[in-house]
């Protein structure tokens, strides 16, 4: 047999109800600074790449910064390709910085982690990421 709910659950049901998670605050929107780069020749077709910026979300943002730096250099010097080596990225508050290096060629070189230039230029122009 069917028995009515009592008052007090009724009321209690309400009150978790009424305790939903409120919808979370729209993320700001991407903006971020670009501070320049910094180019250091290392060894014949070894380059590093110094980036700063503030605003960036994450550790992509400062790497994809470095590589439209060395696509254009890559450009720059009449080659047409680059293999990342390594990117590391450092955070203090909104200031980010990275250190990158490639490995620019004529031809594409082996690896997984090759970008061609003129295409990452392209892409970087884009999305509004500027180059050298």
């Known amino acids: 047999m069917f028995a009515p709910p009592r008052p007090g659950i009724v009321a209690g049901l309400a009150a978790l109800a009424a305790c939903t998670p409120a919808e979370p605050p729209e993320p700001a929107p991407f903006a971020p600074v670009y501070r320049g780069v910094e180019t250091r020749l ?6 590093a790449f110094a980036v700063a910026m503030d605003g960036a979300r994450g550790n992509e943002d400062v790497a994809a910064y470095a590589r439209c730096a060395a696509a254009q250099y890559t450009l720059i010097r009449g080659f047409g390709f680059a293999r990342h080596v390594r990117t590391n990225v450092a955070r203090s508050g ?9 490995v620019i060629s004529a031809a594409l070189p082996p690896g997984l982690r090759t970008i061609d230039a003129e295409v990452t230029v392209a892409d970087c ?8």
Do not use: E, M, R
Not at 94 to 102: M, P, S
């Open 42 to 47: 290392l060894d014949g077709d070894l380059v």
């Open 94 to 102: 909104n200031h980010w910085q990275g250190d990158a290096v490639y």
């Open 125 to 132: 122009v884009a999305q509004g990421i500027p180059t050298v």
